[in-house]
T-cell receptor, first 112, second 112 residues
Framework: EPEVTQTPSHQVTQMGQEVILRCVPI?????FYWYRQILGQKVEFLVS????????KSEIFDDQFSVERPDGSNFTLKIRSTKLEDSAMYFC??????????FGSGTRLTVV | GQQVMQIPQYQHVQEGEDFTTYCNSS?????IQWYKQRPGGHPVFLIQ?????EVKKQKRLTFQFGEAKKNSSLHITATQTTDVGTYFC????????????FGGGTRVLVKP
């Protein structure tokens, strides 16, 4: 079964610092998504990425966030100046046929 | 925007008992998906329902899609400790990008 790989699994950063979260989605897929989940809360949509462009973004995805596909396989989410409220699990996801989304194991971001 | 709501938020179940969790969307859905997230884990796809009134079973789990395609339910019979986790329903948006909007989830705790 195809996998979505995320690194790092845990990132601790100081407030105001930049972080880059990495994802290797299912190959040959055009759609990729980033979601976040604050501890104990719902899974929230951040951004969708289609054919190397942002196709939709949520209100959460402000100017501090950016996504890139620096090469043919990796997919990154950058937060330029982290805030305490950015602490959450960040999940990358790819749709897979009729089997919904395949989520990566996530990156736990802790901003201190 | 599209909203997906789930009740109950928490479900405490005695091992061996049955329970049902409910999902309601503010808009008609093309399909409804269910995910399970174990504590500390990532959402894992369980099933997708597409047709109005559709019912699907996976062992002790029964999923139903409402006639109006705006609500869904998950019924678990003879609950086991392995059923512990949070169950999310999710529906795709009609906008480009086909993002999933997740419900708040039902957190299931099983008492042995």
């Amino acid at each position: 079964e195809p996998e979505v790989t995320q690194t790092p699994s845990h990132q601790v950063t100081q407030m105001g610092q930049e972080v880059i979260l990495r994802c290797v989605p299912i190959s040959n897929h055009l759609y990729f998504y980033w979601y976040r989940q604050i501890l104990g809360q719902k899974v929230e949509f951040l951004v969708s990425f289609y054919n190397n462009e942002i196709s939709e973004k949520s209100e959460i995805f402000d100017d501090q966030f950016s996504v890139e596909r620096p090469d043919g396989s990796n997919f990154t989410l950058k937060i330029r100046s982290t805030k305490l409220e950015d602490s959450a699990m960040y999940f990358c996801a790819s749709p897979y046929r009729t089997r919904g989304y395949t989520f990566g194991s996530g990156t736990r971001l802790t901003v201190v | 925007g599209q909203q997906v709501m789930q009740i109950p938020q928490y479900q405490h179940v005695q091992e061996g008992e049955d329970f049902t969790t409910y999902c309601n969307s503010s808009t008609t859905l093309s399909n409804i998906q269910w995910y399970k997230q174990r504590p500390g884990g990532h959402p894992v796809f369980l099933i997708q329902l597409v047709k109005s009134g559709e019912v699907k079973k996976q062992k002790r789990l029964t999923f139903q899609f409402g006639e109006a395609k705006k609500n869904s339910s998950l019924h678990i019979t003879a609950t086991q400790t392995t059923d512990v986790g949070t169950y999310f329903c999710a529906g795709p948006s009609k906008a480009a990008g086909n993002k999933l909007t997740f419900g708040g989830g039902t957190r299931v705790l099983v008492k042995p």
